[in-house]
């Protein structure tokens, strides 16, 4: 079986290749290797390596850049979306692309169900939810939040490397939303692809916490298997205390009751799959 993996130098596109099924021949491109931005070269690429599965895990993905980038964000997170959706339907490949909580106001006192009406707040939640749109009713798109791996730029990394720098920090404790292993996240998008799923499904790790409450375990997990030597203070803050040019929403858990049902059971919860991760990082340094 080919599968065709663009974005694949990210974290879940390096989760992707990780955690793919033994008959799976994987094709993967990046930046490095293929323009996301040229329509041309998207269709080129899909036509010569004619994938049975064609898995998006490329995305602006600079919140706050693109308040001032939209029109670039948007043709990497909608137009080309669109692109590689009909170049995937010119060879009978699956489609699947991946999307954010942020299509959401944050508004919401409850979790966000997938048919729940989108109204993003922020240039990056208008062009995810361009490219939602591009995807076509006939593909699977599956939102997600807060991912985080052992490697690349994540929330985890930067929290882990500012505790050993600084006496304390301060986090955002007014923001709600869910934590998400990329590698558990590759593996259910492999699931729900194998098991024809269609339409929009909500993933995440299971249970909820602020930015806050992910960075007090971060520190305790972290000093617990010696991955810090010493505990700094987190300090909570609110919102309007670290302005940034892009509003994000203040409740994005979203509910993944269809997502876990075609899988047959829940996500781990967020606490175990960052101590999964921690010691993934304390084994390979």
């Not at 699947?96 to 909580?101: E, G, K, L, R």
């Not at 047959?264 to 991760?277: Q, T």
Request: hydrophobic share 45%; net charge negative.
């Amino acid at each position: 079986m080919k599968v065709l993996i663009v974005g694949g130098k990210g974290q879940l596109g390096r989760g992707l290749a990780a955690t793919a099924p033994a008959d799976a021949e994987i094709v993967s491109h990046d930046i490095d290797t293929l323009d996301i931005g040229d329509a041309d070269a998207l269709r080129a690429c899909v036509s010569d390596v004619k994938p049975a599965t064609l898995f998006n895990a490329a995305a602006y993905t600079a919140v706050d850049k693109a308040e001032s980038e939209e029109a670039l964000a948007l043709v990497v997170n909608g137009t080309a979306v669109g692109t590689l959706a009909d170049a995937a339907r010119s060879v009978g490949a699956r489609f699947i692309h991946v999307s954010t909580d942020f299509v959401f106001d944050g508004t919401s006192g409850i979790p966000y169900a997938p048919d729940a009406a989108p109204n993003p707040v922020s240039a990056y939640g208008r062009t995810k939810l361009a490219g939602e749109q591009a995807a076509g009713p006939d593909a699977l798109i599956v939102r997600t939040a807060w991912v985080y791996a052992p490697t690349g730029g994540n929330f985890v990394r930067t929290m882990l490397r500012l505790m050993k720098e600084r006496p304390e920090v301060r986090v955002v404790a007014d923001q709600i939303g869910t934590p998400t292993y990329a590698p558990d996240l590759a593996r259910a998008l492999w699931t729900l692809a194998a098991r024809g799923v269609t339409g929009i499904h909500h993933y995440t790790d299971a249970g909820a916490a602020s930015w806050y409450d992910f960075a007090v375990a971060i520190q305790e997990e972290a000093l617990a298997i010696g991955l810090l030597d010493k505990a700094v203070p987190v300090m909570p803050i609110a919102t309007s205390d670290y302005p940034t040019p892009a509003r994000r929403p203040h409740y994005s858990v979203l509910d993944k009751t269809s997502a876990y049902a075609a899988l047959g059971g829940p996500a781990p919860h967020w606490r175990s799959n960052l101590r999964i991760m921690l010691r993934e990082i304390a084994r390979n340094g």
